[in-house]
């Protein structure tokens, strides 16, 4: 199945003067903010037809949500109306507590003499944490109208505790089976990645009036990206009581789950204001932009990342 993520390719750190003014030069900048970040896993129902008979598993939702600081910084070379981009932001950890449901039902088959069903109630507590970098070009097509285009690369790393409890029971009379119950608790280990191209335009709005002496900007990106999930559960020990015996067992003490993959295409928007200081070539700005990203694979390890961002810079521009 094609695998899609949409993806929030990117705001425009792009500011140009007009071309007259400007043969070679490099501003570096840094900025700051805050961005309102949350994960969403989708609910979904697979189905996997085995040796043994049908396994279908359903899935709700979870949800994990926090605002995170950041940090980024870059540079952009301009040469006349032509210049290049390069940027890197890090978003500091974020924790928040996720409940969901999932349902597993197996058909009988050969080892397992009757239909089953398996619930289980889950509670995830996350710590995670976000990279990324993007290199761009573009050309001022015309009088503070930019195209631009580039090359992108997202990583968010989650580590989690994870607990619930589970039981089981027949879904057919034909032959009875003990009823199972018990609980569980582990780890899991969660690395979501996206590369790929983006395209987009900018346009500065110019404003001198007053006390206001700078531009105002908008901006749209689109990205088309590859996506990667990686799933190491570690850790996991369950306590089960079936037909009035308790006993403790450990499973899943590694069991790696790497290269899920999938593709996307989505959409980014943002405004900034940047603004002139009496310093030559200094200038600060301030923006919000918003970023989604959609992630679709071939076993519905379906999920939404989304994100909205303030932050507050200072850039210096100088000839070379």
Do not use: C
Request: glycine share 10%; aromatic share 16%; hydrophobic share 40%.
């Amino acid at each position: 199945m094609a695998k899609k993520i949409g993806i929030a390719a990117l705001s425009a750190f792009i500011w140009l003067e007009p071309a007259s003014a400007l043969d070679l030069s490099v501003q570096p900048r840094f900025k700051s903010g805050i961005q309102y970040y949350e994960y969403e896993r989708e609910s979904f129902q697979s189905v996997v037809q085995g040796s043994q008979g049908q396994f279908i598993e359903s899935l709700g939702k979870a949800k994990i949500r926090n605002w995170l600081p950041f940090v980024s910084g870059g540079a952009t070379v301009f040469i006349d109306r032509f210049f290049v981009d390069f940027n890197v932001q890090h978003s500091f950890d974020g924790e928040d507590r996720s409940n969901f449901n999932n349902q597993d039902f197996v058909a009988g088959g050969n080892s397992l003499p009757t239909d089953t069903i398996g619930r289980t109630s889950n509670t995830i507590n996350a710590n995670f944490d976000r990279l990324e970098w993007a290199i761009s070009v573009g050309f001022e097509v015309y009088d503070n109208l930019v195209l631009f285009a580039g090359y992108k690369q997202s990583t968010t790393d989650f580590n989690t505790d994870i607990q619930g409890d589970f039981n089981s029971l027949q879904a057919s009379n034909m032959i009875p089976i003990p009823f199972l119950t018990g609980s569980y608790t582990g780890e899991l280990d969660l690395e979501l990645e996206y590369d790929g191209p983006f395209v987009g335009t900018s346009y500065n709005w110019r404003i001198k009036q007053g006390f206001m002496d700078g531009a105002l900007s908008f901006n749209f990106a689109a990205a088309f990206l590859d996506g990667t999930v990686d799933l190491n559960f570690r850790n996991v020990v369950a306590n089960t009581v079936s037909g009035g015996t308790s006993f403790d067992f450990q499973s899943l003490s590694e069991n790696q789950w790497n290269d899920i993959k999938g593709d996307s295409i989505g959409l980014s928007f943002g405004v900034a204001w940047r603004g002139i200081t009496p310093i030559s070539g200094l200038t600060y700005s301030m923006g919000v932009a918003g970023y989604r990203y959609e992630f679709d694979s071939n076993n519905s390890s379906d999920f939404n990342e989304t994100q909205v961002r303030m932050d507050f810079g200072l850039a210096y521009a100088f000839d070379i």
